[in-house]
Every structure is written in structure tokens, then in C-alpha cells.
């Protein structure tokens, strides 16, 4: 039985973080890969009108960049409103806001970013809500690539690409995974549908949109919502955008943590691990890197309490090895994956303990 519980565990380990990204690359890009356009369209008159709302939190300080890069876009300028949701925002954020030029600003009372990004949902009439968080540049070209997908009927949501950047030259690795990421999200959008998307640069068909539980945010939320009602969702690889990173990966875990008490809400409460509805490809995807992945840390736990002695004492080893204090990078990953980890079973702890807060703050270091 305990070779059983070790080999298993392993096993779903090693599909997890490695086999499945494989098996992804392995798979050779079929007819749906083109299912839906991909080049931005030349022709204006062929563009939806596009609300492109920023839900903000005490942002006085990045949120005039973030209005003065939207409206930069390559975008018409009569079929894009900004919309800048303030959620209890008592710095400044509102009048820095109107004084940028946004088109709307909601001066709303806390309630968290989902609240805040229904109200500015209900305030317009656009044909596409485009969401950003604040302190996220977009490319020029980002909002005429990231609507071009919703030009197949089929397709309902969109998520760009974000390049986190780390300016102080800490010592996260966000960076590093955020790369891989992206590459499983390409495959699964050419498969299928994405499993999840990013708060950066994404889009969402107005017919399309479904309001949820304040504490579970749009990112895991929405894509597998939708994929369950019958659309589409894809990743558009032209549609770019950056953020700046938590510096270290010690706030990097911090930030981890909080968001995982988010994500735990979803996992037990918000249907992420009922499959009815699920196309049976995107049920394997699920599976592969939404499931194991939240329970990754206690199949750790599984193959450790398992794992023959001198395995067990090399899992002890790396995993004393992840937390010296040294700037090299294979210590650095190896880092940040054991506090990833952690921050999973926290996050966890966190939202059975106290529950999970709608509102949020943005991370420090990240503005």
C-alpha cells in the first residue's frame, strides 16, 4: 500500500508539472488551431465597440499611466471607452483618475474587484468588456488583436499574454513560470479551450458575460464557466501586454497565498471540480492543470510520508537545499516551487479558517 500511495503520488507529480506540458507539445496542431481569426482585422468598421474597464484600489499612483496607455491604443477612439472602477478608493485614485481623461470613473464603495468590474459591466452598452488590472501596459496593438478571436460566434472569452518584469532585478521567478504557462495556454486554446486566464489583458463577449461570487475572481472563474455554457475560450498570442512582478519571491509566496484563498473558494464552492458540461478533451485539461495542481502540495505530502527511506531523505534534502538564502538560480526556482507549495496548502488553511474577502490590496512592491 505504501509503494502504491508513493508511486501514485509521484506519478500525478510528474504528469502535473512535466508530462503534461510533454504531451502538449507532442500533440500536432489539428483544424481547430485556425478555428477562430487570429490577425487583428485591418478594417475599422469591422471592430466591436469595447468597454475596457480597469477596476482600481488605491492606484493613484500607476493609474494615470495605465489611462494614458489605453488611450494610446491602436484603437477607434469613438468605439473604445475606459472605464475606470474605483472599489472604496480613498487615496486620490478617483481625481487622478477623471484628471487622466478616463471616459467613466465609478466612485464605488469597497467591495471587492469582482463588485467593482459588474458595476462598470452594467454602466455601459459596448459589444466586448475588455478587462486590465492597474498597473498593467498594453502594446498598442494589443486591443485590436485581443477582439479579433471574437469574431467566430463561437468564442466568448479572450486572454492575452502577459510578460511580467521585474525592474529591481529581485530575486522572483514568476517570471520563469508565467513562461511555461503561457506555452500550456497556447496548446490548450489551439485543443480546446484555456483553462484559466490572467487579470492583465482579457476580453469577454457582452452576451457572454456572468456575473459571480465576489470572492472568486474572473481569471480561474470565468473560462471554465463559460466553457460549461458552450463557448469558446481562447488565448490570442498577438494581444501583449507587461506587469511589474512582487520583487522577491518570498512577497511573491505572500501574494501566492492570498490568491489562493481566492482560488480554493472556487475549487470547493464555484464548480471547478464538477466536469458536467466539459467537452471531454477540456475535462483532461482540467484534470491535468487545475486539479493536481491545487492538490499538488498534499500529494507532496503523500509521497514524502510514503517514499522509501533514501527518497524520503532526498525530498528532505531538496527541500532544505530550496530554502538557503543564496541568489543562484537553480536555488532560486527551486525556492520558489517549495513556497509555491506552501502557499497552496495556506491558502487553503486561510479560506477554511477566517473564509475568503472580497476586497483586496494591491501587492507591495508591484506599483
Not at 480613498?90 to 464605488?108: C, E, I, M, P, Y
Not at 477582439?147 to 520563469?176: H, I, K, T
Not at 483553462?195 to 457582452?206: E, Q
Not at 490568491?259 to 471547478?272: D, K, R, T, Y
Amino acid at each position: 500500500m505504501r509503494k502504491a500511495i508513493f508511486w501514485t503520488s509521484a506519478a500525478l507529480l510528474a504528469w502535473a508539472q512535466a508530462g503534461y506540458g510533454v504531451a502538449l507539445a507532442a500533440l500536432r496542431r489539428g483544424p481547430v488551431a485556425s478555428a477562430y481569426p487570429v490577425a487583428p482585422p485591418e478594417d475599422d468598421a469591422a471592430l466591436p465597440s469595447v468597454a475596457l474597464i480597469v477596476p482600481a484600489h488605491a492606484e493613484r499612483d500607476v493609474i494615470a499611466a495605465r489611462i494614458a496607455n489605453a488611450r494610446a491604443l491602436d484603437y477607434p477612439r469613438d468605439r473604445l471607452e475606459i472605464v475606470v472602477a474605483c472599489d472604496g478608493s480613498t487615496d486620490g485614485t478617483v481625481q487622478a483618475a477623471r484628471a487622466a481623461g478616463a471616459d467613466v470613473v465609478l466612485d464605488l464603495p469597497r467591495g471587492g474587484k469582482v463588485r467593482a468590474q459588474d458595476a462598470a459591466v452594467a454602466r455601459t452598452d459596448a459589444e466586448v468588456v475588455a478587462f486590465s488590472d492597474a498597473n498593467a501596459l498594453w502594446k498598442p496593438g494589443a486591443l485590436r488583436a485581443l477582439v479579433a478571436p471574437l469574431a467566430d460566434p463561437r468564442v466568448g472569452y479572450v486572454c492575452g499574454r502577459v510578460r511580467f518584469v521585474n525592474p529591481e532585478g529581485g530575486s522572483n521567478q514568476e517570471g520563469v513560470y508565467w513562461h511555461y504557462e503561457m506555452f500550456l495556454r497556447e496548446r490548450e486554446s489551439a485543443l480546446c479551450s484555456v483553462t484559466a486566464g490572467n487579470g492583465a489583458i482579457n476580453a469577454v463577449r457582452r452576451a457572454a458575460y456572468v456575473e459571480v461570487d465576489p470572492v472568486m475572481g474572473h481569471d480561474l472563474k470565468l473560462p471554465f464557466t463559460l466553457v460549461r455554457a458552450g463557448w469558446r475560450c481562447v488565448e490570442q498570442p498577438l494581444a501583449r501586454a507587461t506587469e511589474r512582478m512582487v520583487p522577491d519571491v518570498e512577497g511573491e509566496a505572500a501574494r501566492k497565498r492570498r490568491m489562493m484563498s481566492h482560488a480554493w473558494a472556487i475549487v470547493l464552492h464555484g464548480g471547478l471540480l464538477d466536469p458536467r458540461g466539459w467537452p471531454p478533451r477540456y475535462l483532461v485539461m482540467m484534470v491535468s492543470h487545475r486539479w493536481l495542481r491545487y492538490f499538488g502540495p498534499f500529494l507532496h505530502l503523500a509521497a514524502l510520508a510514503t517514499a522509501p527511506r533514501a527518497l524520503r531523505r532526498l525530498q528532505l534534502a531538496g527541500i532544505a537545499l530550496a530554502l538557503v538564502p543564496a541568489r543562484v538560480r537553480p536555488l532560486l526556482l527551486a525556492r520558489y516551487y517549495v513556497l509555491t507549495q506552501a502557499s497552496i496548502a495556506l491558502g487553503l488553511a486561510d479560506h477554511l479558517r477566517h473564509g475568503t474577502a472580497a476586497g483586496w490590496d494591491p501587492p507591495e512592491g508591484t506599483r
